[in-house]
């Protein structure tokens, strides 16, 4: 099942969900089509498993990037740093699932939208974490505040994730973030 979750999310991931018909996960995940739909239904239950998946990945690297463990300054810059790679090069133009899905589909389909919402939620919050143990440990530049600091760097990061679909250099978007977090960082 998880392998099935896997490589369908790898087919939505490159052709969108609208694009992708059902020959192509049949393929992909090598499943009949009887079996696809008694293990998940349909192609929209699949659809929200893979992204579910997409999720659970995202949010257990925030988890290691942030660990409270660790100072929350690093935790920052490995942040951004992890955005940068993923934002650059082949890994760039790929793309990001979650953000196609929101601009495909987020507006349209009710459970999408709850998905999108609640992920950039729990992305906020554990920035917002970690600006709050860098603030209190005064690590934060005077008049940051983390609640609307996170917005921004998350904003950043998605925004990030848009512009690297035409492949910057990694060295210009390394140095802006640099440049971001340094108005927040001592």
């Known amino acids: 099942m998880d392998v099935a979750v896997e490589r369908a ?10 694009a992708t018909a059902l020959p192509d996960l049949l393929r992909a995940t090598r499943l009949s089509r009887g079996s696809l ?25 925030m988890e290691m990037e942030f660990d409270p463990g660790n100072d929350p300054v690093a935790g920052l810059r490995a942040y951004l740093a992890g955005y940068v790679e993923r934002t650059s090069g082949s890994n760039g133009r790929r793309g990001c699932l979650l953000v196609a899905t929101a601009m495909e589909l987020a507006g349209q389909d009710a459970e999408v939208g709850r998905r999108v ?16 143990r860098a603030k209190a440990a005064g690590k934060l530049a005077d008049g940051v505040e983390p609640a609307t600091a996170a917005r921004i760097l998350v904003c950043f990061v998605e925004g990030l994730r848009v512009v690297g679909k035409t492949a910057p250099a990694r060295i210009t978007s390394q140095a802006t973030a640099d440049a971001l977090i340094g108005r927040f960082v001592r």
């Not at 999310?9 to 609208?18: A, I, K």
């Open 117 to 132: 919402a609640s992920f950039f939620k729990a992305m906020e919050a554990k920035v917002m974490d970690a600006l709050s």
């Open 37 to 61: 739909y008694a293990a998940f239904g349909d192609k929209h239950s699949l659809f929200l498993r893979a992204l579910d998946r997409y999720i659970a990945d995202a949010l257990t690297r």
């Open 9 to 18: 999310m790898d087919v939505f991931w490159s052709r969108g969900y609208h």
